[in-house]
């Protein structure tokens, strides 16, 4: 302020020494503006109980529900074996197949009595397969038919090479010359424990909804934006201050979902490193997203703008993430979708260092695409965002 | 240099003029009243007073800086209580003052002094933990009030202030006010209103505002005295009035005579000229015996009516 401020022709009152004016601006009106933002966005999330619950219950829900509902070793897949020849061979094939009932559970036999019985529940979708032993079953032919319910891909293919087998464990056709080598390079990890990082990555992803974007069209909609708006605080740091409050709050969720998972799932790598690295990176994705969902609702002034497009936005965000299904095996219009998407880059390096232990060094990338990403959502945040209402 | 000075400030929507060309001045430790029915371009006019809209057309200055060119540096020396309720119910009624203290740059000891400060001045100290939601109308009003003020700006922008608000709460509000005033001489208060008497209550100038227009501006007083039909006068007496002595209080000054019943005389009168207690006077002199006798005085609502042809609340 120059010495002609204007400000000083104003007659004071007797407090009048204590007027704001000109005493804050720039970066400390900034920072402080930035933490005020963060602090009704904290305070609002304690505030409302259902909110945290439905942040971070919401993804081990998930987490629970879909790692034991997808991709689970199949069993007791129902199958019907019919016997029509009645020879040794294939009494010895029955007996086979009785096996892998009783072994790992993998069929639940019945034994009809004729093929066109066995066919006709088949169709009923009473049976996954039927496996007919014909007349003069032998080694040199005819040999077995199997007959499955392809509309359950999983369970024909499980049962179709289940069979193969038995058929040449019968007939003493499997000894291949030299067994080749299979050696996994991590310990034994089962699917809930592969979806470990995804699942952090979706809570961050609904903490980010939640905190960042729902929360900033409602203050638009109730009017507590215009207390913001009214403000000597810059556009700049408004912006900023919403992206870090979304982020702080969405990475509460992510961390807490992360400590989880390395509680209670058999993650091989729970060191303090996986764990600090895993805390950045929550934080850095929490960031991206959070920029992500600002950019969308910039000038959305209605709640009902993000009803209509979560659906869309949470198929487009998550699914091509990776975080459900290797990435490498997309087809190319879906991987240009994945590779603009923070969150494979966050659900990456979360693997790395969960699942490989792999050293901090390695996720480097990863965290320098989330920070650009970041700033380039704010810098058009800023560009969009209207001051006026 | 006055706190607020609009030069032909005009706003469109569309084809709809909501502001058409508005020129007035605030000055030091005034309170300024925009009343107006809803829709006369009030708000619109406070919103770019504060930064909020821009003009489509001509210039203001707020504590001396432009409101386009300067946003910053007026939003620094404003503060401002909207129509909408722009504190955060979930949070408690510090809390709301502490948030929004830092977008001033207040920070630690100095905001919790001004916090408490305010929070005493409005009445609310004791309720200072209290959720913001489980504050009755006239306390969030107040509440929001003390957050105007809590940096100690050089004007304060109040849109509707007691909008919604029981009659009981709207006293406790504008004594609030008074007192604000009172312990900060210099702060100048600019309020949009469409309540007469709050206008009436409040306010050292009115300015009367309908479709984007100003009509009038003066003090509430003022105001009503310039009107020449303001003061509404009836004299019943024991027989009617003669002709000679009508004319004698025409002659006084008073206008539109009428007699609905013949021993009931009505007339209208400039205010403030004792026009009616003269001729009620006049009348006893005279012989007369006055049974009942009418002065009712003039309101803000006449002075609008004289000004649009309309009640004010015709359309609110």
């Known amino acids: 302020m120059g010495a002609a401020s204007p400000s000083s022709a104003l007659p004071r009152a007797a407090a009048g020494g204590e007027r704001t004016l000109g005493v804050s601006r720039g970066p400390r009106l900034a920072l402080l503006g930035i933490l005020a933002i963060c602090q009704r966005a904290y305070l609002t999330l304690w505030r409302q109980p259902v909110l945290i619950i439905s942040t971070m219950l919401f993804p081990v829900i998930y987490l629970l529900v879909l790692g034991n509902s997808l991709n689970r070793q199949l069993s007791h897949i129902p199958l019907a074996v019919v016997d029509e020849a009645g020879n040794s061979l294939s009494v010895e094939s029955r007996r086979a197949v009785l096996a892998l009932e009783g072994g790992r559970d993998l069929v639940t036999l019945a034994f009809p009595a004729d093929r066109e019985e066995a066919l006709r529940d088949l169709r009923r979708g009473r049976y996954r397969g039927v496996w007919i032993l014909p007349h003069g079953l032998s080694a040199n032919g005819p040999g077995p038919a199997f007959i499955g319910d392809n509309t359950d891909r999983p369970s024909y293919d499980a049962l179709d090479a289940a069979l193969t087998d038995v058929w040449s464990d019968v007939t003493g056709r499997r000894r291949p010359a030299a067994d080749p080598a299979h050696l996994e390079a991590y310990p034994y990890l089962d699917y809930l424990t592969y979806l470990g990082p995804a699942v952090v990555c979706l809570a961050i992803f609904m903490g980010s909804m939640v905190a960042g974007g729902l929360q900033v069209i409602e203050d638009r909609m109730y009017g507590y934006h215009e207390g913001y708006l009214v403000t000597p605080v810059s556009t700049g740091a408004i912006v900023t201050g919403h992206m870090i409050a979304g982020a702080l709050v969405a990475g509460l969720a992510g961390a807490f979902v992360l400590l989880a998972i390395m509680l209670f799932t058999p993650l091989p790598m729970t060191t303090p490193e996986a764990l600090g690295g895993g805390l950045v990176t929550v934080f850095l994705t929490a960031l991206a997203i959070s920029a992500l969902w600002f950019l969308l609702f910039a000038r959305a002034r209605k709640t009902s703008v993000l009803r209509g497009m979560f659906g869309i936005i949470n198929v487009l965000i998550f699914f091509p993430s990776g975080a459900l299904y290797p990435v490498e095996s997309y087809p190319k219009w879906l991987r240009v979708l994945s590779d603009i998407d923070p969150l494979t880059y966050g659900i990456t390096a979360l693997r790395d260092l969960l699942l490989r232990g792999s050293p901090v060094s390695s996720c480097y990338s990863e965290w320098m695409f989330l920070l650009t990403f970041t700033l380039v959502c704010g810098v058009l945040t800023q560009v969009l965002f209207r001051r006026e209402v | ?316």
């Open chain 2, 1 to 316: 240099m006055n706190p607020i000075e609009a030069d032909r400030l005009t706003r469109r929507f569309g084809k709809t003029v909501a502001d058409d060309a508005i020129s007035f001045s605030v000055r030091p430790g005034e309170t300024y009243g925009l009343l107006g029915p809803n829709g006369a371009g009030k708000t619109t006019l406070v919103r770019m007073l504060t930064t909020l809209l821009a003009p489509t057309s001509g210039t203001a200055r707020v504590a001396g800086y432009d409101v386009v060119h300067q946003k910053g540096k007026v939003r620094a020396s404003i503060g401002t209580v909207s129509q909408a309720e722009t504190t955060d119910e979930n949070l408690s009624v510090r809390e709301n003052l502490s948030i929004h203290g830092k977008m001033y740059g207040l920070w630690g000891k100095r905001l919790s002094q001004r916090i408490e400060r305010r929070l005493r001045q409005v009445g609310l100290w004791e309720k200072r933990d209290q959720i913001t939601r489980t504050l009755s109308g006239g306390m969030r009003r107040r509440l929001e009030i003390a957050r105007g003020v809590l940096h100690s700006p050089h004007i304060l922008f109040l849109d509707e202030p007691t909008t919604g608000l029981d009659p009981q709460s709207r006293r406790g509000v504008w004594e609030m006010l008074g007192d604000l005033k009172e312990r900060d001489g210099s702060l100048a208060i600019i309020l949009t209103t469409h309540a007469m008497d709050e206008a009436n209550y409040l306010c050292d100038r009115v300015a009367i505002l309908d479709q984007g227009r100003i009509l009038c501006e003066d003090g509430p007083e003022a105001l009503k005295r310039s009107l020449p039909t303001g003061e509404h006068v009836r004299i019943e007496t024991e027989r009617p009035i003669e002709a000679a002595d009508r004319d004698a209080i025409l002659a006084l000054g008073a206008v539109n005579w009428r007699c609905p019943v013949p021993t009931s005389a009505e007339f209208e009168a400039r205010p403030g000229e004792g026009i009616g207690r003269r001729a009620a006077q006049l009348v006893e002199e005279r012989g007369y015996e006055i049974l009942h006798l009418t002065i009712s005085p003039v309101t803000l609502e006449d002075v609008f009516f004289a000004y649009t042809g309309r009640a004010l609340r015709e359309d609110s």
